[in-house]
């Protein structure tokens, strides 16, 4: 069954701490990205990779670090420096991101909240 | 920067009436995409506009994006309560393609 997985549904940060959020893909894309939602907002870009070994920074990087070191996986470290993490995370794939036109897939997300 | 903005920001309408909601670049788009999004969900990708003046339906759904390529519309006919959600558009970055960035999105709401 193809398609995109993000573990854990939800996870409690501890001040201090980093965490990392998982994004699996089985649909052979080339393109990852990861999203950050507010309650009754948009989608704001955090990072994209559109090849293993290579990621881009998107409009609020700050705070927030991956890795692409497989095809198939692109995680996600909110890291201590993330003053404001509580966000709903949204992980997607696309086939063809080099002319800006594949469709994205998302992920169900990961709920990350401080304690 | 480039922005997309999307009006309204809400829209609450009683189940038939329609509902139509805006989407405005302030650069050229080469490409338009509309999402949904249920309640508690994530996402979904609906449609994909290329063209200058391009016009796309999908049974209840019409999808328009402008002659200048800044603008985009999502009309609903005759809503049912399945239309409910949030609906985005999304275009890619002026200065780098790969780059998606979504508009703020407008949710839908109906009254059976």
């Known amino acids: 069954d193809g398609g995109i997985t993000q573990s854990p549904k939800y996870l409690f940060r501890k001040e201090g701490q980093n965490v990392t959020l998982s994004c699996e893909q089985n649909?052979?894309?080339?393109?990852m990205y990861w999203y950050r939602q507010d309650p009754g907002q948009g989608l704001r870009l955090i990072y994209y990779?559109?090849?293993?070994?290579?990621?881009q920074k998107g409009d609020i990087a700050e705070g927030y670090s991956v890795s692409r070191e497989k095809k198939e996986s692109f995680p996600l470290t909110v890291t201590s420096a993330q003053k404001n993490p509580t966000a709903f995370y949204l992980c997607a794939s696309s086939s063809d991101q080099q002319q800006g036109t594949g469709k994205l897939f998302f992920g169900s997300g990961t709920q990350l909240s401080v304690l | 920067g480039q922005q997309v903005m999307q009006i309204p920001q809400y829209q609450h309408v009683q189940e038939g009436e329609d509902f139509t909601t805006y989407c405005n670049s302030s650069t050229t788009l080469s490409n338009i995409q509309w999402y949904k999004q249920r309640p508690g969900g994530h996402p979904v990708f609906l449609i994909q506009l290329v063209k200058s003046g391009e016009v796309k339906k999908q049974k209840r759904l019409t999808f328009q994006f402008g002659e200048a390529k800044k603008n985009s519309s999502l009309h609903i006919t005759a809503t049912q309560t399945t239309d409910v959600g949030t609906y985005f558009c999304a275009g890619p970055r002026y200065s780098s393609a790969s780059k998606i960035i979504f508009g703020s999105g407008t949710r839908l709401s109906i009254r059976p």
């Open positions: 649909l052979n894309h080339d393109a």
């Open positions: 990779s559109q090849i293993v070994n290579d990621f």
